[in-house]
């Protein structure tokens, strides 16, 4: 069993835009983010691909890595994820070649399904519905072959990105990145921080189907989860508030941009059954509370490895949780 001190911890930022906030204060606090928990001793620093969101800034996945890697020095630095069905491969594997020629030894690929979007958008990036559906094996195949060794005779080589070898990880919310992910021997990220349900269910299918690779000898199963630290828990969960408005109005169809926290929510029953459901993983209290509540979170899951996502309305906040929880590591 994974105890506390002995689980690896790393970061994820949606690149979440205030209320009355900026794109460029955003991505400004992302380099502050990642250079922060980088002297905090965390492992890796990942953003995700959204599009047509109103309250995330990370849809240029790639540059923004780019630019939060250029910004820092140890920690690696990667994608959770990119939707892979949204570009050809060969684009990825060139975007993510010229990373790691610039940061060698610290580049990430993690890799989704998903849209990102709704499909209006997918219309507005050309991407046919049923992309990544029925042939995400065979994209994910052609991604590995031009960051791999070129073969003789291969007519077309990602310059940069042959060679490369960077690290690959599939992101999933059910059993279908997390079987394929056995079944190539790749690490295993499971989405823990919007959809829980499945949650043990995928990871049981990883472990136990899991096949030795080139890459991975033994399964490595990450799980990313919702943690907001303060210094009490009625703090902590004043705070939280941010994030259930968050989730509350992507339901409803309106703006996700971070909002401050409210004493009381404004939710009928089933909307905040929703949202506690999505929620569900979520770690939220002081540093007592939230030990108590990730021992017991790694005492059912066994994880390796903690994606952690704090949504925090003021960065100072967001700041603040992330040094207490690796405070916790000592």
Do not use: C
Not at 2 to 25: C, F, H, N, Y
Request: hydrophobic share 40%; proline share 6%.
């Amino acid at each position: 069993m994974t105890t506390l001190s002995e689980v690896t911890l790393s970061v994820l930022d949606l690149a979440p835009i205030r209320k009355d906030g900026s794109i460029r204060e955003t991505l400004d606090n992302t380099v502050t983010l990642a250079q922060t928990v980088e002297a905090l001793g965390y492992h890796r620093f990942w953003m995700a691909e959204h599009h047509n969101i109103s309250g995330i800034a990370s849809a240029a996945t790639s540059v923004l890595i780019g630019h939060v890697a250029g910004q820092t020095s140890t920690m690696r630095i990667g994608s959770g994820g990119i939707m892979l069905p949204n570009h050809p491969p060969l684009v990825i594997a060139e975007q993510f070649g010229t990373l790691a020629t610039l940061y060698p030894d610290r580049i990430d690929l993690g890799l989704g399904r998903a849209p990102g979007s709704d499909g209006a958008t997918m219309q507005a990036m050309r991407r046919h519905p049923r992309a990544g559906v029925d042939d995400f094996p065979e994209q994910l195949a052609e991604l590995q072959r031009y960051l791999g060794d070129a073969s003789p005779g291969q007519r077309v080589q990602a310059v940069p990105g042959q060679g490369t070898h960077v690290p690959i990880w599939l992101l999933g919310s059910s059993g279908y990145s997390a079987q394929l992910a056995a079944r190539l021997g790749l690490p295993f990220a499971f989405a823990g921080q919007f959809a829980p349900g499945y949650m043990h269910e995928a990871l049981r299918l990883y472990r136990e189907q899991f096949q030795p690779s080139e890459t991975l000898k033994a399964p490595w199963a990450m799980l990313g989860i919702p943690v907001l630290l303060a210094d009490t828990d009625e703090r902590a969960h004043w705070l939280a508030t941010t994030q259930q408005q968050k989730f509350l109005n992507l339901m409803r169809g309106q703006s996700t941009h971070l909002l401050p926290p409210v004493d009381n929510m404004d939710w009928m029953p089933h909307e905040r059954m929703a949202v506690q459901q999505n929620l569900g993983a979520t770690i939220v209290g002081s540093p007592d509370t939230a030990r108590q509540q990730l021992d017991r979170l790694l005492e059912e899951t066994g994880v390796n490895e903690l994606m952690i996502n704090t949504d925090a309305y003021s960065l100072e906040d967001r700041l603040t949780s992330y040094r207490l929880l690796a405070e916790l590591q000592q």
